[in-house]
C-alpha cells in the first residue's frame, strides 16, 4: 500500500530532509585525501545528534554505521572504517538518513577527492543528471515507469549502465516504504503517481556492467567488472504544482 501524506506530513518530512541535506553538505566539505570514511561516519551520527534527529540506518537490519560511504567500485551499503584514506582520484558516495520527529530522511550524493580523471567526473555528472531527469518525472497523473524510464534513458545514453539489484522507494514513517522506484523501465507502466506520495528516487550508476556483487561483510554492493559507480538520491513529495525535492539545505 502506498501512503499519502497530509501538507503537514510533508511539511515534517521536508525538516527530516534538510537536516540531511545541511550533513551531507558538511560532509562533503571534510571530503579530503587524507580523512578516513571511519571519520566522515562519526562526523554525521554528531551533528545528527547535535540536530535532535537520530541517524536513520544505525541498526536498520543490523547495519553497524550510521553512514553509508561507498568508494569507487563500491556501489552502496560501503561499511566506513578508520582504516580507509581517501586519496586523490577517488569518487566517493555518502548515504545519509535521519529519523526525526517521526518522519525520516534520506539522501546521497557522490564527489570526487581531490582530482578525478575526466571519465570518473562524467560518471559523477551523469548519475546526478540521470536523477534528476527522474524527479522531473515525479509529477500526479504520470507513472512510476516514467521515473524509471526517464533515468535509464538518460543514463544509457551516455553509455552508462543502471543497477537493477537496488531500487528507490517510498518514504515517510518509515525509511522504507511502497512503492519500490526501480531506475529502468517503460514509461507508462506502472502505478498512477499521485499528490501527497514522497518518494526517495536514487540511481545508482555503473561505468561497465550493471551487474553487481555483494561482499562477504555481507552489506558492501560493489560492481562485478570492478569499473566504478555512482550514486545521488533525493527525497521528493509529489504535489499538485509537481515535484517539490526535500532534501536540499536549508
Ligand atoms: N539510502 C539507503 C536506502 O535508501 C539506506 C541504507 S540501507 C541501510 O536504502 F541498511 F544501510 F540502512
Ligand atoms: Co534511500
Given at each position: 500500500m502506498i501512503?499519502l ?6 511539511g515534517?518530512?521536508r525538516e527530516s ?6 550533513i551531507l553538505?558538511?560532509?562533503?566539505e571534510?571530503v579530503k585525501?587524507?580523512?578516513t ?8 551520527e554528531?551533528?545528527?545528534?547535535k540536530r ?7 541498526g536498520?537490519m543490523?547495519?553497524p ?11 552502496v551499503?560501503g561499511?566506513?572504517s578508520y582504516?580507509?584514506?581517501l586519496?586523490s582520484?577517488?569518487?566517493v558516495?555518502l ?10 530522511g ?7 577527492v581531490?582530482?578525478?580523471?575526466v ?5 559523477i ?7 534528476y531527469?527522474g524527479i522531473?518525472q515525479?509529477?500526479?497523473?504520470n507513472?512510476l515507469g516514467d521515473?524509471s524510464?526517464?533515468?535509464?534513458g538518460?543514463?544509457e545514453?551516455?553509455g552508462?549502465s ?10 515517510g514513517?518509515?525509511?522504507?516504504e511502497e512503492?519500490?522506484i526501480p531506475n529502468y523501465?517503460v514509461r507508462?507502466?506502472g502505478?498512477e ?11 545508482m550508476?555503473?561505468e561497465?556492467t550493471y551487474?553487481?556483487?555483494v561482499?562477504?561483510n555481507?552489506w ?5 567488472d ?6 545521488f538520491?533525493h ?6 504544482n509537481g515535484p517539490?525535492i526535500?532534501s536540499v539545505m536549508?
Amino acid at each position: 500500500m502506498i501512503v499519502l501524506k497530509t501538507s503537514e506530513e510533508i511539511g515534517r518530512i521536508r525538516e527530516s530532509n534538510h537536516i540531511v541535506a545541511n550533513i551531507l553538505s558538511a560532509l562533503r566539505e571534510k571530503v579530503k585525501p587524507g580523512i578516513t570514511t571511519g571519520e566522515l561516519d562519526t562526523y554525521s551520527e554528531e551533528l545528527a545528534r547535535k540536530r535532535g534527529a537520530i541517524p536513520a540506518f544505525k541498526g536498520y537490519m543490523g547495519y553497524p554505521y550510521s553512514l553509508c560511504i561507498s568508494v569507487n567500485s563500491e556501489v552502496v551499503h560501503g561499511l566506513p572504517s578508520y582504516e580507509r584514506a581517501l586519496v586523490s582520484g577517488d569518487i566517493v558516495s555518502l548515504d545519509f538518513g535521519v529519523y526525526y520527529n517521526g518522519y525520516y530522511g534520506d539522501a546521497a550524493l557522490t564527489v570526487p577527492v581531490g582530482d578525478v580523471s575526466v571519465e570518473a567526473a562524467r560518471l559523477i555528472g551523469i548519475t546526478e543528471r540521470g536523477l534528476y531527469e527522474g524527479i522531473r518525472q515525479a509529477k500526479a497523473g504520470n507513472r512510476l515507469g516514467d521515473i524509471s524510464a526517464a533515468v535509464q534513458g538518460c543514463v544509457e545514453a551516455a553509455g552508462f549502465s543502471v543497477v537493477r539489484d537496488f531500487v528507490g522507494h517510498g518514504i515517510g514513517k518509515n525509511l522504507h516504504e511502497e512503492p519500490q522506484i526501480p531506475n529502468y523501465g517503460v514509461r507508462g507502466r506502472g502505478v498512477e503517481l499521485k499528490a501527497g506520495m514522497v518518494l526517495a528516487i536514487e540511481p545508482m550508476v555503473n561505468e561497465g556492467t550493471y551487474k553487481v556483487k555483494v561482499l562477504e561483510n555481507g552489506w558492501t554492493v560493489v560492481t562485478e567488472d570492478g569499473k566504478l559507480s555512482a550514486h545521488f538520491e533525493h527525497s521528493v513529495a509529489i504535489t499538485k504544482n509537481g515535484p517539490d525535492i526535500l532534501s536540499v539545505m536549508q
